[in-house]
């Protein structure tokens, strides 16, 4: 994911809201969401290239989610691919002492009722404090204008009483409006490119957003993960209960 945004013991029904983007090169194979067949305890979208995911969820409620961490200033590392973390931490496989050798990575990860940060820059594995969070390609809460637009979006979503919270959801998740320039991260790409990843839904030559998911989980444990890849706007949507 290159968009995290979530509200996490915020809501009175909804313990966990969650709106994120899959940004992606087009070339890039993957597999929508889908229950594994090797794996049939989660449920997630997968790279078919190099195995993994971006995000996912178990029946028994586990949950992890990442972002790849964008900073051409520092060294490349030629790790292992990121979305076998994803894998791991649903599997309940994942050593967040054995992370350094990645490329840099935001990491959600746990129960839905425990969820935990880890990054391996700083590097850091903390519980998640109750709260609205948003997460790009920098640390968690990095005031990027993207995540501060998705972050209002979610807070004002959080409002609705009329059955309509996947749907403003999605709709936040569609904001392409980019950022000024003065407001734009320094991560290192030419700043053409940085204006053009700037917005919550990227559109360019050969890359931009994949597919955009939204995740809700009741009081009762029920869980409802809708995903919408583009183009063409396929949806998958699975319910079931914890």
């Known amino acids: 994911m290159c968009l ?4 996490y013991n915020v809501h009175p029904r909804f313990p966990l809201v969650l709106a ?6 087009h070339e890039r194979p993957t597999a929508p969401a889908h229950w594994w067949p090797a794996a049939p305890h989660i449920f997630a979208g997968r790279d078919l290239r190099a195995g993994g995911t971006w995000m996912g969820i178990t029946r028994s409620g586990r949950f992890a989610a ?17 979305g076998l973390l994803v894998h791991d931490a649903l599997d309940g496989t994942l050593d967040v002492r054995n992370t350094a050798g990645y490329e840099g990575f935001n990491l959600l990860h746990g129960t839905v009722h425990e969820l935990r940060y880890h990054n391996n820059l700083e590097p850091v594995d903390v519980p998640l404090p109750p709260g609205i969070h948003g997460i ?15 972050k209002e979006a979610v807070r004002k979503a959080l409002d609705t009483t009329d059955g309509t919270l996947n749907e403003h959801l999605f709709a936040l998740l569609r904001d392409d409006v980019r950022a000024a320039d003065e407001h734009l ?3 290192g790409l030419p700043v053409e490119m940085e204006r ?26 029920e869980v409802w993960f809708e995903e ?15």
């Open 185 to 187: 991260p320094a991560t």
């Open 136 to 150: 790009s390609n920098a640390l968690l809460n990095t005031p990027w204008p993207k995540v501060e637009r998705a």
């Open 66 to 82: 990442l972002t790849n961490h964008r900073d051409l200033h520092r060294p490349a590392v030629q790790g292992p691919s990121r």
């Open 196 to 221: 053009a990843v700037s917005p919550v839904f990227i559109q360019t030559n050969g890359y931009g957003t994949r597919c955009s998911t939204v995740l809700l989980v009741d009081a009762k444990g």
């Open 20 to 25: 994120a983007n899959r940004d992606e090169f």
């Open 4 to 7: 995290i945004v979530l509200a």
């Open 228 to 242: 919408r890849t583009w183009p063409g706007e396929r949806r998958v949507c699975e319910r079931f209960g914890l």
